[in-house]
Structure formats: structure tokens, C-alpha cells
């Protein structure tokens, strides 16, 4: 069984990877669903599914909730308030638009995720991040 501290720790083990859209390697380069991505390969193996390409402005361009839609696929949706280590959440930009960053909860007030222009880093879940946090969800067999 896969547990919280595994999947904080191999997070924790992306960080310094720079940022590089559409990636998804350890200390080579990812964006914020190649961290995610990643974390999954190393717990549970290869991929359920594979992301079709993706603009940078995917979400303005789009409509829908592809990302909430595709963490429907394979993870296990978390109410707000409930979120722990562990779990990925996701964040708008803008109240109209569709969710559009991930990152890994590492703490009841921190996350890992990788932003254009930075490495992955470890960051406060402060009250910016916490208006724009929308969607909760676990990893598949964590509890």
C-alpha cells in the first residue's frame, strides 16, 4: 500500500527540477502535471493515460475542466476541508476559467508543484494559493 509519507518524499525528490512545459523528468524538467505525473510513475508504475499536447494558455483557449476531468479518471476526489500530505490539489487563475496548476500538499499549509520561470519548490499554501484551490484529490489506495 502506497502511503502519504511516500508520495510527500518523492515530491520532495523533484525539487530543483527546473521548469520546462509538457515535461515530465525528474532533475531533467516538468511542468505542474509532470510533477504529478512523475510521482505517479515512481509509486505505482507507468501511466494509466497520456496527456495530449497542451497549449501553455490550454485553458483559455479551451473550456471545460480537462484537468479536474482527467484526476477524475484516476484519482479519488477530496473535500476541501479534509485535503492531507499527499494529495494533489488543483487552482484557478480565475474565478471564469478552467483549473489549470497542480501541486502535491506536503503539509496542512505547504505544497510542491513547478511554476513557469521557477524549479520545482516546496512553497507556503498561503491565502493567494488557498483563494484559488478548487479541487482535491488522492493518490488510489491512500488513505
Known sequence: MTTRLQIVAEARDWLGTPYQHQASLKGGGCDCLGLVRGVWRSVYGSEPELPPPYSPDWAEAGGGENLR???????????????????????????????????????????????????????????????????????????
Open 69 to 143: 476531468d482527467a484526476a477524475l479518471r484516476h484519482l479519488a476526489p477530496v473535500k476541501l476541508p479534509q485535503l492531507q500530505p499527499g494529495d494533489v490539489v488543483l487552482f484557478r487563475w480565475r474565478a471564469h476559467l478552467a483549473a489549470k496548476h497542480a501541486a502535491i500538499l506536503t503539509g496542512k499549509a505547504s505544497m510542491i508543484h513547478a511554476h513557469d520561470g521557477i524549479s520545482v519548490c516546496e512553497v507556503a499554501l498561503c491565502n493567494w494559493w488557498r483563494r484559488r484551490l478548487v479541487f482535491g484529490f488522492s493518490f488510489p489506495g491512500v488513505n
